[in-house]
């Protein structure tokens, strides 16, 4: 079960925009699988191969291990016959018709589902309505439940938290996660924003001019991003030119040069000193030290910022640590910063 997706589409260039070309081997299990990358990089272009609107110039799609698309044997299911559930940014509700006879159109004869339904979704007391008199949160109960009724086998949704306030998302995700739980079917979610990536995704695919540089499990992508452009993207880590100065004999640790001092970093097999590259770091595993503590480097404070977690340093280099409030009263007026950099929290990009 699961999807195994390889698209090959090219777009022609136009008097606007330039040519295009995607090429990827999707390969997602019956989990939320989220498609995370700049606008641009081909992660709605991949939706739309997927549920049937755009078809691929080669390739082959199966999904749950039934052959929906294979270019070879012009094999190309009609998108009413892919048992697709699409959420769009807008979520496509039918505008001239009530929240109840939108799902009444996703299951006609239906009744007992579609009101079964609409109390799960706490849309009972709306039914009657029109998608123009609901709110935001509201229609993408609905467009849920609309899916809902018509039994999808996939589920793929386009950026469906764009333009919801901080509370709306939050109950969205509890819904896409009952949602998860109730269907068990492979569900691929669009979104360039990091904090519903890590919110949501299983598993992480990380799509940049129509490739996928990264995929793995949400755990195994963010401790060991596969590029710089990779961990620059999700914008958690700090990011310092580094070079290896010495390996233990024993691969147990290695000694890189960062900003013209020595940190102890984590084993590296496959490198050898001189080596150069990158070390990243997540900016919520750098903490100020303490006395007595390993691992320092210091560095010059060149400003700061108010964020939700506390204060927001900026030292040279463009690297940032989040403090406390009463650590930055401490540090106020100080030329430099003394961090800790644990070594098994450094991964090295060569």
Same mark, same amino acid.
């Given at each position: 079960?699961?999807?195994d997706a390889r698209i090959v589409k090219r777009?022609?260039?136009?008097?606007?925009?330039?040519?295009?070309?995607?090429?990827?081997?999707?390969?997602a299990d019956v989990d939320i699988t989220v498609?995370?990358?700049?606008?641009?990089?081909?992660?709605?272009?991949?939706?739309?191969?997927?549920?049937?609107?755009?078809?691929?110039?080669?390739?082959?799609?199966?999904?749950?291990?039934?052959?929906?698309?294979?270019?070879?044997?012009?094999?190309?299911?009609?998108?009413?016959?892919?048992?697709?559930?699409?959420?769009?940014?807008?979520?496509?509700?039918?505008?001239?018709?009530?929240?109840?006879?939108?799902?009444?159109?996703?299951?006609?004869?239906?009744?007992?589902?579609?009101?079964?339904?609409?109390?799960?979704?706490?849309?009972?007391?709306?039914?009657?309505?029109?998608?123009?008199?609901?709110?935001?949160?509201?229609?993408?109960?609905?467009?849920?439940?609309?899916?809902?009724?018509?039994?999808?086998?996939?589920?793929?949704?386009?950026?469906?938290?764009?333009?919801?306030?901080?509370? *709306?998302?939050?109950?969205?995700?509890?819904? &896409?996660?009952?949602? !998860?739980?109730? #269907?068990? +079917?492979?569900?691929?979610? /669009? $979104?360039?924003?990091?904090?519903?990536?890590?919110?949501?995704?299983?598993?992480?695919?990380?799509?940049?001019?129509?490739?996928?540089?990264?995929?793995?499990?949400?755990?195994?992508?963010?401790?060991?991003?596969?590029?710089?452009?990779?961990?620059?993207?999700?914008?958690?880590?700090?990011?310092?030119?580094?070079?290896?100065?010495?390996?233990?004999?024993?691969?147990?640790?290695?000694?890189?040069?960062?900003?013209?001092?020595?940190? *102890?970093?984590?084993?590296?097999?496959?490198? &050898?000193?001189?080596? !150069?590259?990158? #070390?990243? +770091?997540?900016?919520?595993? /750098? $903490?100020?030290?303490?006395?007595?503590?390993?691992?320092?480097?210091?560095?010059?404070?060149?400003?700061?910022?108010?964020?939700?977690?506390?204060?927001?340093?900026?030292?040279?280099?463009?690297?940032?640590?989040?403090?406390?409030?009463?650590?930055?009263?401490?540090?106020?007026?100080?030329?430099?910063?003394?961090?800790?950099?644990?070594?098994?929290?450094?991964?090295?990009?060569?």
């Amino acid at each position: 079960m699961g999807i195994d997706a390889r698209i090959v589409k090219r777009l022609p260039a136009t008097g606007e925009t330039a040519a295009f070309e995607l090429n990827i081997h999707l390969q997602a299990d019956v989990d939320i699988t989220v498609l995370f990358g700049s606008s641009g990089s081909g992660k709605t272009l991949t939706l739309n191969c997927l549920a049937g609107f755009v078809r691929p110039d080669k390739g082959r799609i199966v999904v749950n291990e039934e052959l929906y698309f294979d270019a070879e044997t012009n094999v190309n299911r009609s998108p009413q016959h892919r048992r697709c559930g699409y959420i769009f940014q807008d979520h496509a509700l039918f505008p001239h018709m009530s929240i109840r006879d939108n799902l009444l159109f996703a299951a006609p004869r239906n009744d007992c589902r579609v009101s079964e339904l609409l109390e799960a979704f706490d849309l009972m007391s709306l039914a009657a309505r029109k998608p123009a008199q609901l709110s935001g949160g509201q229609k993408q109960r609905a467009a849920l439940a609309r899916i809902m009724v018509s039994e999808p086998r996939l589920l793929l949704l386009d950026e469906p938290t764009r333009g919801l306030d901080v509370q *709306l998302r939050e109950n969205f995700y509890q819904l &896409l996660k009952q949602m !998860r739980e109730r #269907l068990q +079917i492979p569900i691929i979610l /669009v $979104t360039h924003q990091v904090d519903e990536c890590l919110q949501l995704g299983d598993s992480v695919c990380f799509m940049d001019h129509g490739r996928i540089l990264q995929t793995g499990s949400q755990d195994a992508v963010l401790a060991k991003p596969a590029s710089v452009e990779v961990a620059r993207s999700f914008g958690i880590y700090n990011i310092l030119p580094a070079e290896i100065v010495t390996l233990d004999s024993r691969g147990s640790a290695s000694l890189l040069r960062v900003a013209g001092q020595e940190i *102890l970093g984590p084993p590296l097999p496959g490198h &050898l000193p001189g080596n !150069r590259g990158f #070390l990243c +770091i997540r900016e919520s595993d /750098v $903490t100020v030290a303490a006395q007595g503590e390993m691992n320092r480097l210091t560095l010059a404070i060149v400003g700061s910022s108010v964020s939700s977690h506390g204060i927001r340093v900026q030292c040279d280099h463009h690297f940032f640590i989040t403090v406390s409030q009463a650590q930055w009263e401490q540090l106020r007026g100080s030329v430099h910063v003394e961090v800790i950099l644990p070594s098994s929290a450094i991964h090295f990009i060569g």
